[in-house]
């Protein structure tokens, strides 16, 4: 049974894998675990879309849920520490599902347990699972991530949704990838090295928004600056309005992985291009697919 820390953690028949099962569920293929199951959802840091999602997947794959959704009221508040807590659901469960505000978290649990770690955000790091998501949305709207021109846009220095969707795209042939930030928010050099398609950095979109198939918005990670001040320096460095909108493709998609501020105006929302409503739609499948081959045994 195997841990999901990263999203190099799939192969590309992996990803291929999990869209075709996923394609299944949305078509109404009923997907029930043969064993009983015990899903724990340990989650150190607020979520609303992963967590609901995650709890819904287990839910409707025949699972049922423990597990908690900030430190209250769980004895980290007393004291106790994150490896303790992790042996202890260990215990309880046949598979966890983590997100923290430190980095390594979820690959410092997948040494302590011998269950299964599903990583849904640790720090900066990584989020695969929402990667997973991101890539089935592009594969359902043009049918492959490949051959595609891709437009990162906001924070990709503090965002792990970035880091594990620049991962993910290894897996894939993306014709060419434009990171959009502004100077202090660009992509760290370590992830930037693994990368084996074109790329290039830039500071405004508007210089190639013509050209992009897939427009990837993240807000500004205010939760992640370890000094406010350069967190107000660039909180509001790009607005996604009408008139950047109206110079897109009218086959283009815009992505966002919620929650949003301000970095999408709210009247692009009835715009064909404003697909990321429907990409949240599209956890619980994508989770259930997931979740069924972990705790099925498949993998």
């Not at 869209?19 to 043969?34: C, H, I, N, R, Y």
């Not at 693994?194 to 993240?218: F, G, H, M, Q, R």
């Not at 949003?260 to 990321?276: C, G, H, L, M, T």
Request: with cysteine.
């Amino acid at each position: 049974m195997r841990d999901i820390i990263s999203s190099l953690d799939f192969s590309k028949e992996d990803f291929l894998t999990i869209f075709s099962l996923a394609d299944e569920v949305e078509k109404g293929k009923k997907l029930k675990l043969q064993e009983e199951k015990v899903v724990a959802t340990a989650f150190f840091e607020p979520s609303t879309r992963t967590h609901l999602s995650f709890t819904t997947a287990a839910l409707k794959l025949g699972a049922k849920t423990i597990g908690f959704s900030s430190t209250e009221g769980i004895s980290e508040a007393k004291g106790e520490n994150f490896a303790d807590t992790i042996r202890m659901l260990e215990n309880y469960s046949d598979c966890i599902i983590i997100r923290h505000k430190f980095d390594g978290a979820a690959k410092f649990a997948s040494e302590i347990s011998n269950k299964p770690i599903i990583n849904a955000g640790d720090g900066k790091h990584e989020h695969p699972t929402q990667t997973l998501i991101d890539i089935y949305t592009v594969y359902k709207s043009f049918g492959s991530p490949d051959n595609l021109t891709y437009g990162i846009l906001g924070d990709l220095k503090y965002a792990r949704t970035v880091n594990s969707l620049l991962r993910g795209l290894t897996r894939f042939k993306p014709r060419f990838v434009y990171l959009i930030s502004p100077e202090p928010l660009k992509a760290r050099k370590e992830i930037l090295s693994e990368l084996n398609y074109p790329y290039k950095e830039i500071d405004s979109p508007s210089e190639v928004i013509s050209e992009i198939d897939v427009l990837y918005v993240t807000r500004i990670q205010k939760e992640r600056f370890p000094d406010e001040m350069e967190y107000e320096k660039v909180k509001e460095s790009y607005t996604v309005d009408e008139n950047l909108v109206n110079q897109m493709k009218k086959d283009s998609i815009i992505l966002h992985p919620l929650p949003r501020v301000n970095e999408i105006d709210r009247r692009i929302d009835s715009k064909p291009q404003a697909k990321y409503f429907y990409q949240a739609s599209l956890g619980v499948p994508i989770r259930m697919s997931l979740l069924y081959k972990i705790l099925s045994g498949e993998w």
